[in-house]
């Protein structure tokens, strides 16, 4: 049974940080690519990091420099470390496994900062 989990939001002030972390379970292989996406009241939900399984990242325009998108140890492990947090961070976050289809996706991570 594929599983994505993720966890480490909560709420923050600005110019904070925070580190969420996602996990993503049932199969044996490492999984080749995982991305972070966020989705905020009203708005679409949107692209903030992705990582290969060989390290390579790639990052919006609006967190690039401020978040860092890594791989764990453990298998099918990846952390978004945010740092510099504004109130346009504010959204729910998502793990997602690409190569999981449309069961690629976690329940999503609450973030929200305040000003």
């Known amino acids: 049974q594929v599983q994505v989990v993720e966890s480490g939001g909560g709420l923050v002030q600005a110019g904070g940080s925070l580190r969420l972390s996602c996990a993503a379970s049932g199969v044996a292989y490492r999984v080749n690519a995982m991305d972070w996406y966020r989705q905020a009241p009203g708005k679409e939900r949107e692209l903030v990091a992705g990582?290969?399984?060989?390290?390579?990242?790639n990052y919006a325009d609006s967190v690039r420099g401020r978040f860092t998108i890594s791989r764990g140890n453990a298998k099918n492990t990846v952390y978004l470390q945010m740092n510099s947090l504004t109130s346009e961070d504010t959204a729910a976050y998502y793990c997602h496994a690409p190569i999981f289809g449309p069961r690629g996706w976690g329940q999503g991570t609450q973030v929200t900062v305040s000003s």
């Open positions: 990582i290969t399984v060989g390290g390579i990242t």
